[in-house]
């Protein structure tokens, strides 16, 4: 059986995990959403994490104080009050 390249993938919807697993291997990541083959941003590379590492470092030496240094955005959706700076 032929694999499905990501064009042939997405019109069939919704699309399985059986068929994500047998797509053809084009180099890109992706995600299943509800049903939807979603075309995913490519991973961070080892100088863009390592810098970011950096940061954050440089980052909790000199903030900490005042800030809370998370390495990515994480979901505040609602912020809570406690989370907010006087």
Same mark, same amino acid.
């Given at each position: 059986?032929?694999?499905?390249?990501?064009?042939?993938?997405?019109?069939?919807?919704?699309?399985?995990?059986?068929?994500?697993?047998?797509? *053809?291997?084009?180099? +890109?990541? /992706?995600? &299943?959403?509800?049903?939807?083959?979603? %075309?995913?941003s490519?991973? =961070?590379?080892?100088?863009?994490?390592?810098?970011?590492?950096?940061?954050?470092?440089?980052?909790? *030496?000199s903030?900490? +104080?005042? /800030?809370? &240094?998370?390495?990515?955005?994480?979901? %505040?959706?609602?912020?809570? =009050?406690?989370?907010?700076?006087?």
């Open positions: 059986m032929k694999k499905k390249t990501y064009e042939e993938l997405v019109k069939e919807s919704p699309v399985t995990y059986e068929m994500y697993a047998n797509m *053809a291997d084009d180099g +890109n990541r /992706y995600e &299943i959403s509800n049903g939807v083959l979603e %075309l995913m490519p991973s =961070p590379t080892f100088i863009h994490q390592s810098i970011c590492h950096e940061m954050q470092i440089t980052l909790n *030496a903030c900490r +104080n005042e /800030y809370i &240094i998370v390495p990515s955005q994480p979901n %505040l959706d609602p912020v809570p =009050p406690e989370m907010l700076k006087d």
